[in-house]
Nanobody
Framework: QVQLVESGGGLVQAGGSLRLSCAASGRTFSIMTMGWYRQVPGKERELVAT???????DYADSVKGRFTISRDSDKNTVYLQMNSLKPEDTAVYFC?????????WGQGTQVTVSS
């Protein structure tokens, strides 16, 4: 089992920045990929960014050039630095971890960007 705990969400004005953190515990040695997804009411959860254990990264087109995902393996933590935030980035952001036997989700953290 892997447990994920997110932090760092909040309210920010358009153009501002936030950094999300996700700390993993449990069988962290089995984690292959960690990432962030987001969801707004009435829509499906969508990929924001992922980072593999080899530090390969992938981003949604909508956040490329504005968001940066990074991973501190020693701390079993993944970060999402979000710059130049837009109102359309408003969502609940979920941390995700994929292992060889399954996938795990955090409880989510709200990010609200005011115009």
């Amino acid at each position: 089992q892997v447990q994920l705990v997110e932090s760092g969400g909040g309210l920010v004005q358009a153009g501002g920045s936030l950094r999300l953190s996700c700390a993993a515990s449990g069988r962290t040695f089995s984690i292959m990929t960690m990432g962030w997804y987001r969801q707004v009411p009435g829509k499906e959860r969508e990929l924001v960014a992922t980072v593999s254990r080899f530090s390969f990264t992938d981003y949604a087109d909508s956040v490329k050039g504005r968001f940066t995902i990074s991973r501190d393996s020693d701390k079993n933590t993944v970060y999402l630095q979000m710059n130049s935030l837009k109102p359309e980035d408003t969502a609940v952001y979920f941390c995700h971890a994929r292992t060889v036997v399954g996938a795990y989700w955090g409880q989510g953290t709200q990010v609200t960007v005011s115009s």
